[in-house]
C-alpha cells in the first residue's frame, strides 16, 4: 500500500529537498521535489498524498499558499506538512490555525522522523 503514496516537496533549498526526497523515495513512495508554488498546480494534477513544503519560499509566496489550499474545495483535504525555519510562536499559531496537519522545524527533527510523522499522517486518512 505504501509504495502508492506519493508526496510533494515544495522546497528550494536543493539539499533539504534532495535529502527528504531520499528518505521518502526509500520508503517506496513517489516523491516530486518543486522549487516554487507556480509548479504546484502539475503536481496537484497528477495526484498527491500529502505536501511537505516551506513556508519561508524564495518566491515568498509559500505562507500565502497554505490558507488557499486549505480553503480550496479541490485541495482541503491533502494534508499539508510544514517544514521550515520560521519558528515565531505566531506563525506557528497561524499556519496551524489554517489547518496544517503538522509543523516541524528544521533542524529540530532528523529526516527519519519527519519520514515517520508523514507515515502516521497517511495512516491516520486511511483509517
Not at 93 to 106: F, R, S
Request: glycine fraction near 6%; proline fraction near 3%.
Amino acid at each position: 500500500m505504501s509504495s502508492s503514496h506519493h508526496i510533494c516537496i515544495l522546497e528550494d533549498d536543493h539539499f533539504f529537498a534532495g535529502l527528504f526526497a531520499r528518505k521518502f523515495e526509500a520508503r517506496g513512495w513517489k516523491t516530486t521535489v518543486i522549487e516554487d508554488v507556480d509548479d504546484l498546480d502539475d503536481c496537484l494534477d497528477k495526484g498527491i498524498d500529502v505536501l511537505v513544503m516551506d513556508i519561508e519560499s524564495s518566491d515568498g509566496a509559500g505562507a500565502d499558499l497554505v490558507p488557499k489550499l486549505k480553503s480550496s474545495p479541490k485541495t482541503a483535504a491533502i494534508p499539508i506538512v510544514v517544514l521550515t525555519k520560521a519558528s515565531d510562536r505566531s506563525t506557528v499559531q497561524k499556519m496551524m490555525g489554517h489547518g496544517v496537519d503538522a509543523y516541524l522545524l528544521k533542524g529540530h527533527f532528523v529526516p527519519n522522523e519527519v519520514v515517520e510523522k508523514v507515515h502516521r499522517i497517511l495512516e491516520s486518512k486511511v483509517t
